[in-house]
């Protein structure tokens, strides 16, 4: 029998019964589309995460407190309180400090504001002027926070679009209203432009206010969490780096750098941080869908063992008529293999499918991998002959006059 005759007769065959056949293939359309999909999403996450950090300019240093060592305890970059308003003043105004142009200091913290009836738990940012030019914000009604604001200690808010939708409607404009914060009026004298509602950090879901107004009036404390240093360029970045890093230890009286109760990081660590995280996570959710593969597999090896059973007398009688085991072991090879490799055509569609309408339902990238969904496929066919020999060994090696016999 020629191969193309074989293909022929196992369509024919798995289209007799196709409850039993879209029940075989059901496993591996879950596998695939949720391997497919999960890889999807994961793509679409890091890009998002890298659209985030590079918005922010390849030429920005973050400075985060915390790393000293105490005892043989050494604390985490960014849970320390050891990093300062005057820090900040200081690298952007000392002659030791050549290469930097610009920076910024800020507090974070996230509480519960109100406007009216309405309420949202968002993220407070206690910031300098600054902050606008050294994060590359944007506003698209009213102004940011300026100096004078800083030194008066002034109660005057800067809403994120996400929080003006939260607070007053969208397509409101709440310049000139009043938010409460932490219990206290703020009146509202800006909107920023949308940074995008998703990714490493949320831009738009934040509302910005003078940092001596947070520090003082909000939260009672003395430190910042987090200095933004712009280097002049990105060829500067290293001695940037280097300078602002010496003087911080001179400031913090350290004479050892692996004693710093401080950590700096450049756009590019960041970077490499966070794809490293969601490359990690992106790999363990594409594990645990793999699995629904096996299962899969596991599913269309039981539907061949009982097809085999159905089909005992047939494949005696076609022993009996000359049939050799070979041409009784591909076509149940075939017939496995098409129920795999439909499976993960169907699959890779409904993975297509559900990635997209989850990116744009959550915000993210729409990112697909061709490699990815041909690896899918490819493994989909491998599932087909591996989980398919036992059946078709088994079905090749029955004896003609048993299987005749059987009932």
């Known amino acids: ?38 890889v999807s999403l994961g793509q679409g996450s890091q890009k998002a995460v890298e659209n985030q950090i590079q918005s922010l300019g390849s030429n920005l ?10 005892g043989n305890i050494r604390g985490a970059a960014g849970g320390g ?47 300098t002027p600054s902050y606008a030019e050294v994060k590359k914000i944007e506003i698209s009604s009213g102004n940011f926070i300026t100096e004078r604001d800083l030194a008066g200690n002034t109660k005057i808010a800067v809403l994120g679009p996400q929080v003006v939708t939260d607070l007053f409607g969208e397509g409101s404009n709440p310049v000139g209203q009043s938010v409460r914060i932490e219990g206290e009026a703020f009146r509202v004298v800006g909107v920023t432009v949308s940074k995008g509602g998703s990714g490493f950090q949320n831009q738009d879901d934040i509302i910005f206010v003078p940092l001596t107004t947070a520090q003082k009036m909000l939260y009672g404390v003395n430190y ?19 300078e602002v890093g010496y003087l911080l230890l001179g400031r913090h009286k350290l004479n050892d750098p692996t004693e710093a109760d401080f950590s700096i990081f450049s756009q590019s660590d960041i970077l490499e941080t966070a794809s490293s ?5 992106t790999s363990l959710l594409s594990g645990i869908a793999a699995i629904s593969l096996i299962v899969g597999g596991i599913g269309i090896m039981n539907i061949m063992l009982v097809t085999v059973t159905e089909r005992t007398r047939e494949i005696g009688l076609r022993k009996a008529i000359g049939a050799k085991k070979k041409t009784i072991t ?31 339902a959550i915000s993210l990238p729409f990112a ?40």
Do not use: C, H, W
């Open 61 to 70: 240093l973050t400075i985060s407190p915390g790393g000293q060592t105490q």
């Open 81 to 127: 309180t050891t990093l300062t308003y005057e820090d900040a003043k200081a690298i952007l105004t000392s002659p030791q400090v050549t290469q930097v142009r610009n920076v910024s200091a800020d507090l974070q913290r996230r509480s519960q504001v109100t406007a009216g009836r309405n309420n949202s738990n968002t993220q407070i940012l206690g910031t």
């Open 330 to 360: 591909t076509q149940f090879l075939i017939e496995s293999t098409i129920l795999t490799g439909v499976g993960g055509i169907l699959g890779m569609m409904v993975g297509v499918s559900a990635s997209y309408f989850i990116s744009k």
């Open 368 to 407: 697909i991998s061709v490699s990815a969904i041909a690896l899918a496929i490819g493994v989909s066919g491998g599932i087909g002959i591996i989980f398919g020999l036992y059946p078709a060994r088994k079905a090749a090696n029955l004896q003609p006059i048993e299987a005749l016999r059987y009932e």
């Open 1 to 38: 029998m020629e191969i193309t005759e074989i293909i022929s007769e196992s369509f024919l065959t798995l289209t007799l019964n196709k409850m039993r056949t879209g029940l075989a293939t059901l496993g591996i359309i879950i596998g695939i589309g949720s391997v497919i999909a999960l």
């Open 277 to 281: 995280v969601t490359g990690t996570f």
């Open 224 to 242: 910042v969490s987090s200095i933004s240093v712009e280097a002049k360029n990105e060829d500067v970045m290293v001695a940037a780096q280097d």
